[in-house]
C-alpha cells in the first residue's frame, strides 16, 4: 500500500503535469501572446479605418496618411529632438516624485501619526486634475523648464505616494517582527524586509506614474513651451492639420509602448521571477 507521502507527490506530479499541458511550451505562449497583441492593433487599425470611411478626411484622415505622415516626421529628424526634450522633461519629473514618495509611501504605512498627519495633502493631491497643476506651475515658473518637471512631479506624486503607502500597509506583519526579534536594524528592516515586499506596488506605481506623466508634461508644452512633442500638436492644431496631430501623437505614442514593453515589463519579469505562476481558470 502506497504511503500518504508517496500519494501527495503523485498528486502534486499529476497536477503540474496538467497545468503545464494548459499552458503549452513557453515559446507556444510567447507567440500567442505577441499574436493577441497584434490582433488587438490590427483591430484598432480597422475600426480607425471604417471611421475614415465616415467622417471627411479633415477630421478622421486614412491611415495610410497617417502612418506615411509619421515616417516623414521620423525621416526629418526632429521627431529625436522634440521626443528627446519631452522624455528629458518626463524622468526629471518622475524621478524627482519617485525620491519623495517612496520613502513617504513607507513611512506613512509604518506610523500610524504620520499616517494621519499627510494623509490629507496627499488625497487633496490625488482630486487635483493635471491640468491644475500644470497651468499653476507655468504661472509660477514661468516659461522654463522648471515648470514643466514641477508639474509632473506634483501631479504623479500623490499617486506614487498612495500605491506604496497601501502596499507598506499590506505587508507580512510575521516578517516584521521576526526582524524586530532579531533586533535588525532599521536600514535592515528596509533593505531586507519592507522594500523586497514592496517590489510589485513599486512597479505598478512606475507603470501608471510614467503614463500619467507623459499626459501632464505633454499638457505642459502645449501650453508654454518651446518645444517637445505637445509643442508640435499645438502647432499642428493651429494650422488645423489633423494628419499632423495625429502623426505626432501616434509616434508619441509608439515610443511610450517601447518604453512599457522594452524596459518596464521586462525588469518587472527579472524581479518578479521568483514568484510562482498561478492560473485561475
Known sequence: MAKPEEVLVARQQVESAAVLRRRGSPLGEALRD????VGSIVVLLGAWWLLSLVFPPALIPRPVETLSEVAAIIRGGEFLTEMGNTLRRVLVGFGIAMVISIPLGIVMGTFRSLESFFEPPVILGLTMPGLIWAVLMIMFFGLTETSAYGAVAVTIFPMLTISIWQGTKAMDKDLMDMSSAF???PWSKV???ILPQLVSHILAAIRYGLGLAWKVVVLSEVFGLSNGIGFMINQAFGLFRMEGVLAWTLAFTLVMICIEFG??????????????AVSVW
Open 263 to 276: 524596459i518596464v515589463k521586462l525588469v518587472e519579469r527579472r524581479v518578479t521571477r521568483w514568484r510562482p
Open 34 to 37: 505577441i499574436g493577441l497583441r
Open 191 to 193: 533593505v531586507d524586509v
Open 183 to 185: 533586533h535588525a536594524s
